[in-house]
């Protein structure tokens, strides 16, 4: 067993199916949005479905993100943004209207130019992602196929911090990494056995 893993539970997004998938990993991991649970952490998760506006309005009137920013900026905790979770790590989201970010990420959160029949929105189903040899997310996974179900997407002021890019019309960041900090579009806790293997590989980063 290794260190308190803390989902983060601020009214958006399936936290309990992403808990479970790390309880599955052997791993202690609570569902929380305590400042005291936060602190003790040695990894945090911010899954969420939902509306960028919502998510960080929520962010900020629970508090949570002022002790999100000081243990992910200062203490260089490993952070995990899972679907909604990923978008909000941009410094600011297009969804019903701009709305600013946590920052953590340079870019802009925008919709899919969906602009033909056979592409409807949101996104939903499984995807290939392309991966990057130096991704410690994606470090081992064998067949990287995904789940996914959205509408925006991250759209990076700098690609390299993009390690993986998956197709829907337009080429896209399935996965990001910047030191501590990571992302992915896509629901690892929906996505079976490749799901699992990222989990595990955030949850061995010290």
């Known amino acids: 067993m ?29 569902i929380s949005a305590s400042r005291e649970d936060i602190e003790k952490s040695s990894h945090i998760i911010l899954p969420g479905v939902g509306s960028f506006g919502d998510g960080i309005k929520n962010l900020i009137e629970s508090g949570v993100r002022e002790v999100l920013e000081h243990q992910i900026k200062m203490l260089k905790k490993p952070f995990l943004g899972i679907c909604l979770g990923m978008q909000l790590l941009a410094e600011a989201g297009e969804e019903d209207g701009r709305h600013k970010g946590l920052g953590l990420i340079k870019g802009t959160v925008r ?28 470090r081992g996974v064998s067949n990287p196929i995904f789940y996914f179900v959205h509408s925006y997407h991250l759209v990076p002021e700098n690609s390299n911090v993009v390690s993986g890019w998956a197709e829907y019309g337009e080429r896209f960041a399935a996965v990001v990494e910047s030191g501590n900090i990571f992302g992915t579009q896509f629901h690892p806790e929906k996505s079976q056995q490749a799901g699992l293997a990222v989990l595990h590989n955030f949850l061995s980063i010290k």
């Open 111 to 138: 919709k899919f130019n969906v602009n033909n029949n056979e592409l409807r929105l949101p996104h939903i189903g499984w995807n290939d992602v392309s991966t990057n040899a130096n991704s410690r997310l994606l």
């Open 2 to 30: 290794s260190g308190l893993v803390i989902i983060i539970d601020y009214g958006l997004g399936n936290v309990a199916s992403v808990k479970n998938a790390v309880a599955t990993l052997s791993h202690n991991v609570k």
